[in-house]
């Protein structure tokens, strides 16, 4: 089965043992680079989601596969999962993904599983771990929802420099309506 939960986008959540997968540390993720793509595309076509304030906001972006673990002695967390989530072309984060465990608190709060103050470590195929809480139940356009609380790490990976041409009389963008 599959949950769809928002968490700051649409994620398709599954149990990765309901597809006879199992996610351990540094694992190689081709199969799920592979199954979320498909996944992802067959839920597109066959459900209408929209979000209930945002109506341009209507499909599910990324697919999360997790596995529920045994909490580490070094975590105070109340449940423990590990997960591989994939996007785009079949991409896979290599966090644990921030939206990602928004969207894993939002389920297992919508599913009675985690109570609100209690904390959720989410760990990435490559060891990376947030941790999350439910900071309070809140209405969303009539729907029940939460207010989250991410913590972590996150690491600079680039720099950019934009350049403005001041005779590029684009240089404040453009809209196409």
Request: charged letters at 25%; glycine letters at 10%.
């Amino acid at each position: 089965s599959v949950d769809v939960s928002y968490g700051g986008n649409f994620f398709a959540i599954i149990d990765s043992s309901s597809l006879s997968q199992s996610i351990t540390k540094n694992r190689e993720t081709e199969s799920f680079s592979r199954l979320g793509k498909k996944i992802r595309e067959i839920i597109n076509e066959q459900e209408d989601i929209v979000h209930p304030q945002y109506p341009h906001i209507k499909d599910v972006s990324c697919v999360a596969f997790y596995d529920e673990q045994a909490i580490p002695e070094d975590s105070d967390a109340d449940k423990f999962f590990r997960n591989v989530v994939t996007f785009g072309n079949g991409q896979v984060d290599r966090s644990p993904c921030g939206t990602g465990t928004c969207a894993k608190l939002a389920q297992l709060y919508g599913r009675g599983i985690l109570k609100s103050s209690q904390k959720l470590s989410n760990e990435s195929v490559i060891g990376t771990r947030f941790m999350g809480r439910i900071q309070e139940e809140i209405d969303v356009a009539g729907h029940r929802g939460i207010k989250p609380v991410i913590s972590g790490q996150a690491n600079v990976t680039g720099y950019s420099t934009f350049v403005i041409d001041p005779n590029d009389f684009l240089k404040h963008g453009f809209v196409i309506v």
